[in-house]
C-alpha cells in the first residue's frame, strides 16, 4: 500500500514537472520570441542569436547550451544533480521547438499585442511552469546550473548571481537586439514579474504560522494546543536576559485560521503573556505532509 502510495506521489511530481516545462516553453515560443523580448539565461541568448542570425532556430542554442551545461554540472556538482537537471533540459528546448512549429502554423501573430500584455501574460504563464517545476524537485537547466557552481565553489549567493547572470544577457540584448530602451525595460519586468509569480507557486499551500508562547500558564495553554488543536507542542528553555530567569517557550506550527483562534485564547487565559508568530514557508512532517 506504502509502495503504490508513494508510486502514486512520484509520478504525479513527474507529471507536474512536464506540464510545468511546457507552460514555461509555451511562453517563450508564444511571448517572448515573438516580439524579440531578451530575458535572462539561455532562452535570452536563444533570442539574441534569432535576431543576429536571420532563420535561426532558438530552440538550437537552448539545447546545445543546456548539453554544454549538464556536462559542466556532470564534472563540477557531481551524478546526482545531473540526473535531477538532465529530464527538465532536454524536455524544454523540445517543447520550444513544437510551439515554435505550431505557433508558425497558426493565425496569430503576438506582435501584434500590446507589449505591456505580453509581458504581464508570458511572465505569468513562465512564473507558473517554472514554479511547478521547482516544487517539483524539477529544473529546466541553463543558467541555474552556473548560479549552483558560483554557489558552491564561489559562496555567491542566488540572489547575486541570477542578477549577474541575466544582467549580462539582457544587456547583450540591448546592446545587439533591442531597438529600443522600451523593450529592454519590458523584459526587466518580465524578469521580476515571473520572479514573483514562481516564488507564489513554490510556496503556496504553505499557509502555516509558526507561534511562540512564553506565558506563567505554559502548561495551561500546552494543554489546549494538544487537546482542542491536536498540535504537537516543544517546549525549549529560555533564558530572559533581563531577568536572568529560565523558563519555557513554547513552540507549534498551525494554521492562518488555528493561529487566530489561539491567539485570542492566550491573551483570555494570560495577558502578559510573550507571543509572536512568523509565517512558516514550508512545513514537513506528521500532521502536515502526512497523517
Known amino acids: 500500500m506504502e509502495r503504490k502510495k508513494a508510486l502514486k506521489k512520484k509520478l504525479k511530481e513527474w507529471l507536474n514537472i512536464v506540464l510545468g516545462v511546457a507552460l514555461a516553453a509555451f511562453s517563450f ?13 539561455v532562452s535570452g541568448v536563444g533570442i539574441i542569436l534569432k535576431n543576429l542570425i536571420p532563420g535561426y532556430d532558438p530552440a538550437v542554442t537552448i539545447l546545445v547550451l543546456n548539453i554544454i551545461l549538464l556536462i ?25 521547438g513544437l510551439f515554435d512549429l505550431i505557433y508558425a502554423h497558426i493565425p496569430i501573430d503576438a506582435t501584434e499585442l500590446d507589449m505591456v500584455l505580453v509581458t504581464l501574460f508570458a511572465a505569468l504563464i513562465m512564473g507558473i511552469g517554472l514554479g511547478m517545476v521547482v ?8 543558467s541555474e546550473v552556473l548560479q549552483k557552481i558560483c554557489f558552491r565553489y564561489f559562496h555567491i549567493p542566488f540572489s547575486v548571481s541570477i542578477f ?3 544582467g549580462i544577457v539582457i544587456t547583450a540584448g540591448l546592446l545587439t537586439s533591442v531597438t529600443d ?22 510556496f503556496s499551500g ?22 482542542d488543536f491536536e498540535r504537537g507542542v516543544t517546549g525549549i528553555r529560555v533564558i530572559g536576559e533581563y531577568s536572568q530567569k529560565e523558563r519555557k517557550m513554547l513552540l507549534c506550527v498551525l494554521s492562518s485560521s488555528e493561529y487566530f483562534k489561539l491567539r485570542t485564547i492566550v491573551e483570555a487565559i494570560d495577558k502578559n503573556a ?11 512532517g506528521e500532521g502536515f505532509t502526512y497523517d
Not at 29 to 41: A, C, E, Q, R, Y
Not at 74 to 83: A, C, I, N, Q, S
Open 29 to 41: 515560443s508564444f511571448f517572448l520570441n515573438p516580439n524579440n523580448l531578451v530575458i535572462g539565461g
Open 72 to 96: 559542466l554540472g556532470f564534472v563540477l556538482l557531481g551524478k546526482d544533480f545531473f540526473l535531477k537537471t538532465v529530464f527538465g533540459s532536454v524536455l524544454f528546448p523540445l517543447f520550444v
Open 135 to 142: 516544487k517539483n524537485g524539477g529544473t529546466t537547466g541553463g
Open 164 to 166: 549577474i547572470v541575466d
Open 181 to 202: 530602451l522600451s523593450t529592454f525595460l519590458y523584459a526587466i519586468l518580465f524578469t521580476y514579474l515571473s520572479g514573483v509569480v514562481l516564488d507564489t507557486i513554490v
Open 206 to 227: 504553505f499557509n502555516k504560522r509558526a507561534v511562540c508562547i512564553v506565558s506563567e500558564k505554559n502548561e495551561e495553554i500546552k494543554e489546549i494546543i494538544l487537546r
Open 274 to 284: 510573550f507571543f509572536f508568530a512568523v509565517r512558516a514557508s514550508e512545513v514537513r
